[in-house]
């Protein structure tokens, strides 16, 4: 009772055939033909085991993350100040003379640490580095 339309339209869906389950998960046919087979069949599984509702599974298995938030937070905010820090390195050197290879290598090492940043905010890094200079 509690199922949505939805939920329930998604579940008297049919189990996609091999062929089906291959030309919805690789866009082969024409765009009406498969716009006709998503509304038909259930969205192919690709691994192989089967599908259960998608409360379910997300139920079953809690998302993993390789680190808290707080320690998130702290990395990230430590790997966006280097890149800050260098980025402003990087245009105060680069308009004296005799400096410009200075300030070019802060830039290169911005571009490293800003997309290591990058990586810390999307959970995409697997460690996390602490690096600070006193």
């Known amino acids: ?8 339209q998604r579940a008297a869906r049919r189990d996609p055939t091999p062929d089906e389950a291959y030309r919805l998960t690789y866009n082969v046919g024409a765009d009406e033909e ?3 087979l998503r509304s038909e069949v259930k969205p192919p599984n690709l691994l192989g085991s089967p599908s259960t509702g ?17 320690k998130r937070l702290f990395y990230g ?21 005799s400096t410009i290879f200075s300030g ?4 290169a090492l911005a571009v ?3 997309r290591y940043a990058y990586r810390i905010w999307t959970w ?4 996390l580095i602490f690096f600070i200079i006193w």
């Open 112 to 114: 490293i640490t800003s």
């Open 1 to 8: 009772m509690t199922d949505s339309v939805h939920e329930q």
């Open 34 to 36: 498969l716009a006709r």
């Open 77 to 97: 905010l430590l790997w966006s100040g280097w890149t800050l820090l260098l980025a402003i390195a990087g245009f105060s050197l680069l308009p004296h003379g």
């Open 54 to 70: 998608g409360r379910a599974s997300a139920a079953a298995r809690p998302a993993a993350r390789p680190y808290s938030e707080g």
């Open 104 to 107: 070019l290598l802060a830039f």
């Open 124 to 127: 995409q890094a697997k460690r």
